[in-house]
């Protein structure tokens, strides 16, 4: 289950990443829910849950 960890703010690498304005509304109403002053936090735990989550099953070169 995500939980909200307020720890990642000391972020120090730029990138520029574009959203979908629906993805984009929802992380925002998020971050706001949460009292989240950073919307670049909501987008780090998001991206650090799907990593911690992913098993990679998806991707499996099948040989013959």
């Known amino acids: ?9 000391h972020a120090n690498i730029s990138r520029t990443i574009r959203f979908t304005e629906p993805l984009f509304y929802e992380l925002k109403a998020l971050a706001e829910k949460e009292n989240m002053l950073s919307f670049n936090n ?4 998001c991206c650090a849950y ?3 989550h992913y ?3 998806d991707n ?4 013959d």
């Open 55 to 57: 098993d990679g099953k």
């Open 50 to 52: 799907a990593i911690s």
């Open 1 to 9: 289950m995500f939980e909200i960890d307020k720890s990642f703010a």
């Open 60 to 63: 499996e070169v099948k040989e």
């Open 42 to 45: 909501i987008v780090l735990q």
